[in-house]
């Protein structure tokens, strides 16, 4: 079981990102799905989750209305799209698979988890 993250890199104040995460290895279309962060010094937080079937999103109050994240089953794959991205947003992005068909907050409700790819956001 893989999950491979994408999509990090360096962007301005006020610019987009989008990462990717695929998975390899078996399906993860019944299972809710997550994204969190981890800033340097801090614990990692919760920034995004998805159902199954994509019809429920919950998103931090931090990123809502900047983030959305979505999901295409048939590729296995989950994305976050970041808008008007902040310093604060500079962090390690780790994607998730949840335990249920619906994603959680909490990570200790997520079997799997990818590598993590750095998103650094420059003032």
């Known amino acids: 079981v893989q999950l491979q993250a994408s999509g990090g890199g360096l962007v301005q104040a006020g610019g987009s990102l989008r990462l990717s995460c695929a998975a390899s290895?078996?399906?993860?279309?019944?299972?809710?799905m997550g994204w969190f962060r981890q800033a340097p010094g801090k614990q990692r937080e919760f920034v995004a989750g998805?159902?199954?079937?994509?019809?429920?999103?919950s998103y931090a109050d931090s990123v809502k209305d900047r983030f959305t994240m979505s999901r295409d089953n048939a590729k296995n794959t989950v994305y976050l799209q970041m808008n008007s991205l902040k310093p604060e947003d500079t962090a390690v992005y780790y994607c998730?698979?949840?335990?249920?068909?619906?994603?959680?907050?909490?990570?200790?409700?997520?079997?799997?988890w990818g590598q993590g790819t750095l998103v650094t956001v420059s003032s």
């Open positions: 998730a698979v949840a335990k249920t068909s619906y994603a959680s907050s909490s990570p200790s409700r997520y079997d799997y």
């Open positions: 290895g078996r399906t993860f279309v019944t299972y809710g």
């Open positions: 998805i159902s199954w079937s994509g019809g429920s999103t």
